[in-house]
Each structure stands twice: as structure tokens, then as C-alpha cells.
């Protein structure tokens, strides 16, 4: 079917359906066949899932395979219409949804908290993302904070590699971002330069377990200390890791604490939805003790329309996305996770001593299920427009310019993907020595940011990127 209000076929890679299907500028008079749409779209997801199939592509895609995909698919269209927060009505949320929080705790060594108070037990809620999740820890923060010590200009502390969701946070919610930067020799934050920025309007101190740049695990013990000496939060986001480093540690590697063990640890944000192997639109947020969860939780006793009360940002959210989280975690229990990780990793440390024996190229940090890799000879993002011509996608990184795979189980699927990688990369580097002195398409993109004046340009660019995606 043509697209009838489309006259322009050039290519847009955002907008590669134009001229293939129909557009809708308005909703169509009649509806249409069920049949025929549901062709139209898998065509669209078919051909959508081929990419990553590949194994080429770094992240985004994390779940362990077709049945699984399609077990979840099943229990999705149970729940789907349900809503999470209508408990009178579909009391099986509360099941499942305290069951994946208490679940993830379990996983997160929640336990450990009462050994250190036993008045304290960890809890939490779910939420639709990571997003969601450091948002809400950040909002527990600023309340707690006004109404308990009365700070008014409210702060937090964080790594320059901690998730923009802080920045998000401080935006809307009035806080105050304070960046640490990061860099040689290890990456990781350093806990004398947050200490020298705790004031008395700090609120939080934040790490990442790992950061998404590098897949680094912050030095947690050393940020407990600090959140216990000066009284305030502190915060391990664990969206991308929370799923991952507690069975990579499990399997004998060296993996920093970074969860309730410690005891100055308040909040840590898990995404289900990444290493959790749940469909898209989950994750949970953990706290301490109960204290610190009331902060977040909203309600309005008399909204006309009734006593309303939400845990959450969110206010309706579909039951199939609860359901599913639950049933991945109960299908794959430990073993399955441990299965995963182990396989991943198995890929994981192929690519990672494949790089280093690169000589060009230089690994940042001690990394477990990411490979990140810079280099002080040849431009890097020349080695990322030779990969793109291989199909790959990897994650480009900037301050400094670098570059990062991250393992999830597309890899696993495809036989010696690592050799592949490796292969594709020296040829990279090859095809960048042969460029130098001339400037790589991925710098046109990435080789702005870092002052004021270009990320001011950066900004209209992704403001004018944001109003095309929403074009029809
Ligand atoms: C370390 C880290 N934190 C937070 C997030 C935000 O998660 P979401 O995209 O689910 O909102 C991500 C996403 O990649 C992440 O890697």
C-alpha cells in the first residue's frame, strides 16, 4: 500500500515507511482489517528484528530469545487491559508487583539491612523505566529533605557518568546537579571530589552500578562512608547493572559492592525491563526502610472524583507489563539469570581480550559485560563508520571520543560473534590509519558537545530531531 499523501521518497532514515505504507495525518474514516494490518506491521517488526538478530548491534535488545519473548507475549495479553493501580479490581497487582519488588530486593541483598537495624526492612514500587525509577529517588530526597531538615535549595552530587535521568530529575524537580568529573586513570568517581562538594543543602550523593558509558561500578564503600558521615542519600542506579552484576559477581568476577551490604546505601533504582528480560516499560526502585518509600507515593483524599492515590509518577499502567515482569523473573529464576550471565560473559570476555590485544586501542576501566575502548592514535569514531558499513552498531561515546559494545543475548545467539567483532575492528583501525588527518561522519554528530555554545547548537538540533519524529 502507497502513502497517498506522500509525494518525496527520499530517503529518511527516521522516516523509512514513507511512501511504503500508508500515512495517517488523521484518523481514517473507516477502520481497517485486522489481518491486513497485523501483515503490515510484522512485516515492520520483521524487518526492525533482523537488525539486531545479527548480533551486531551493542545493547537495546536484551531479552533471552524468541520463546521467552513470545511466553511473555502470551502472559502480556492476560493483563493487558488491566490497570495496575485499580488494586479493588485486580488484586493479582499487588502479587505480582510486590513479589518482583521483594524478588529484586532479594536479589539486591536487601537482607542485609536488617542485620544493621532491624527496625529497617527494603522496599519499594515499580515504575514504567529506569527514568521513572531515578526520578522518583530523586523526588524522596528532595521532600525528605524540606520536610525533615528544611532545605530548601536542595542538591545532589553526581558522576559525570551517572544516567541524564539525574539531570532530569533536577530539572523538574528543582535540584540542584552538581557534576563530578571523570576520567583517567580508572574512570570512576572520585569520593574526595564529591566529599568536597557535600554541603549543607546535599540531599543525595549518587553512583552507578555500572554507568552506562563504560558499564563501571562507582567506588560504593567509599560513597556509603560519605553518606554516612554528612547524614545524606545515597543512591546506586542499578538499571543497567542491577540485572547482571549480582550473577556476574556470582560467577567469580571482581565486582565492586554496590548494593544494601553497604550500609549508607538508601535507594537503587533495577531495570527489569533491560537484564531482567522483561518487556519494555518496567523497573523498580528500592528503598531502605518505608520511611523513605512514603515520600514518594502521592494521593489527593478529596479529588471529587474520588480518593485517589498513586505509588508512583504514572497513573494508569497496563497489567500485562506486571504480569510479564513477574513471569519472566519466576520462569528464569536464578539459574536461568546465572545461565544468561554466564553465556554473556563468555562473549563479553572474547571481545574484551580481543580489543586489548589491539594495539592501537585502549580499554577504558575494569568493565565486566561492557567493552569500552579509546585510543591516543587513530579517531576512533573512523574505526565506528568502517563498523556501521559491517552492519554493526556499536554506542559512541564522547568526552573522551571512544566506543562501547554491550553484550546482552542477542550475541550468545549467533556462533563466534566475538571473533567476528574482533575481526571487523582491526579492519577498523586499519581503514582509520588510512583516514587520518580527515574528519569521520560519526564527528559531524558527535564532535560537538563540551561547550556552552555547541551544546546550545547541539540542543536545537535534538529539540528540531524531537519535532521531525513527531511529524507524520
Ligand atoms: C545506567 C542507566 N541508568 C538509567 C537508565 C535509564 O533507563 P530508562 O531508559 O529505562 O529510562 C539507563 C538506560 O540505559 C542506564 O543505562
Known amino acids: ?129 529506569g527514568t521513572e525509577s531515578i526520578l522518583m529517588a530523586m523526588k524522596v530526597y528532595r521532600d525528605r529533605a524540606f520536610y525533615e531538615k528544611n ?128 518487556l519494555k516499560g518496567t523497573s523498580v526502585i528500592l528503598y531502605r526502610n518505608k520511611e523513605l518509600r512514603r515520600y514518594q507515593y502521592f494521593d489527593v483524599p478529596d479529588f471529587p472524583g474520588g480518593i485517589y492515590a498513586s505509588p508512583s509518577a504514572s497513573g494508569s499502567r497496563s497489567g500485562g507489563l506486571t504480569a510479564s515482569t513477574w513471569a519472566s523473573m519466576v520462569s528464569l529464576g536464578e539459574a536461568g539469570y546465572m545461565d544468561a550471565a554466564k553465556s554473556m560473559m563468555a562473549v563479553a570476555d572474547a571481545i574484551r581480550a580481543g580489543i586489548e590485544a589491539i594495539p592501537e586501542l585502549i580499554l577504558i576501566g575494569d568493565s565486566t559485560f561492557i567493552i569500552s575502548f579509546r585510543s591516543d592514535e587513530i579517531d576512533v569514531f573512523h574505526v565506528n563508520d568502517f563498523m556501521k558499513t559491517k552492519g554493526w552498531r556499536f554506542n559512541v561515546l564522547q568526552l573522551p571520543p571512544a566506543l562501547h559494545f554491550c553484550v546482552t543475548m542477542p550475541q550468545v545467539q549467533v556462533p563466534d560473534i566475538a571473533g567476528h567483532l574482533i575481526e571487523d575492528v582491526k579492519a577498523g583501525v586499519a581503514y582509520a590509519k588510512s583516514k587520518a588527518g580527515t574528519v569521520a561522519e560519526t564527528t559531524a554528530l558527535y564532535g560537538m558537545a563540551g561547550s556552552a555554545e555547541t551544546n546550545q547548537m547541539m540542543s536545537e538540533l535534538l529539540s528540531a530531531y524531537l519535532d521531525h519524529f513527531y511529524t507524520v
Open 151 to 278: 532545605i530548601t535549595q536542595p542538591e545532589i552530587i553526581k558522576p559525570k557518568t551517572a544516567h541524564p535521568a539525574f539531570l532530569k530529575a533536577g530539572q523538574y524537580f528543582g535540584i540542584k546537579v552538581v557534576e563530578i568529573p571523570t576520567g583517567q586513570p580508572d574512570f570512576l568517581v572520585d569520593p574526595a571530589a564529591v566529599e568536597a562538594h557535600i554541603n549543607d543543602n546535599t540531599i543525595a550523593i549518587v553512583g552507578s552500578a555500572g554507568n552506562y558509558p563504560y558499564g563501571l561500578v562507582d567506588p560504593f564503600d567509599r560513597l556509603s562512608d560519605l553518606a554516612l558521615k554528612y547524614d545524606v542519600g545515597l543512591h546506586a542506579d542499578g538499571c543497567l547493572g542491577g540485572f547482571i552484576l549480582p550473577w556476574i559477581e556470582k560467577l567469580g568476577y571482581p565486582v565492586p559492592v554496590f548494593d544494601f551490604r553497604l550500609p549508607g546505601l538508601t535507594s537503587m533504582s533495577a531495570d527489569t525491563h533491560k537484564y531482567g528480560f522483561g
Open 1 to 129: 500500500m502507497t502513502d497517498e499523501h506522500s509525494t518525496d521518497q527520499a530517503a529518511d532514515p527516521f522516516k523509512p515507511y514513507k511512501g511504503r505504507f500508508q500515512s495517517y495525518p488523521g484518523l481514517p474514516k473507516q477502520g481497517r482489517d485486522h489481518q491486513e494490518i497485523l501483515r503490515e506491521l510484522s512485516v515492520i517488526s520483521e524487518e526492525e528484528n533482523a537488525r539486531w538478530k545479527t548480533g551486531r548491534v551493542s545493547g537495546t535488545f536484551y531479552h533471552a530469545g524468541d520463546a521467552h519473548r513470545a511466553f511473555l507475549n502470551d502472559i502480556f495479553s492476560l493483563f493487558s487491559h488491566v490497570n495496575v493501580i485499580q488494586a479493588d479490581l485486580c488484586p493479582s497487582m499487588s502479587k505480582f508487583e510486590s513479589e518482583i519488588v521483594a524478588m529484586t530486593a532479594s536479589i539486591l541483598n536487601g537482607d542485609a539491612v536488617k542485620a544493621v537495624n532491624p527496625e529497617e526492612e527494603v522496599c519499594g514500587t515499580v515504575t514504567s523505566g
